[in-house]
């Protein structure tokens, strides 16, 4: 058991599809975290975009919220790293590209995917120089 920090991103309720009952899944930024203690989940809801303090407890590749401290007073939010920002952005680019590249395809200005890529991706790069 680590008693730890965490910065509480989002909140999502599922059911488990065992006993068809209710938990919440705390997207940190340590990670996602289960809670199945109905008592801790009330105390989770006005949580929040703040920093709180609670138990965890490791289960295999499973974190697991067992107890609940308190919101901590003037803590600040962590900041994303720039490298995520970066990756997202880098992501979302490309996924960009790829659809134009499938507009070719779709309109007949290309013959394959794979020349589709090649065409956009190359045209980006030289823009790109420009810039």
Do not use: H, W
């Amino acid at each position: 058991m680590v008693k730890e920090q965490i910065y509480v991103e989002g909140i999502d309720v599922r059911k488990s599809k065992q006993s068809g009952d209710e938990f919440y899944v705390v997207k940190s930024n340590k990670g996602d975290l289960s809670c199945f203690e109905k008592n801790i989940m009330e105390k989770l809801d006005p949580c929040m975009r703040k920093t709180i303090e609670v138990e965890i407890v490791e289960a295999g590749k499973y974190k697991n919220i067992r107890d609940f401290y308190g919101i901590v007073e003037n803590a600040t939010a962590p900041e994303a790293k720039p490298a995520e920002k970066e990756e997202g952005k880098a992501g979302a680019k490309i996924e960009m590209l790829v659809s134009y590249a499938k507009d070719l395809v779709i309109a007949g200005k290309e013959e394959t995917m794979e020349k589709a890529i090649t065409s956009v991706f190359g045209a980006y790069r030289e823009i790109s120089k420009q810039l």
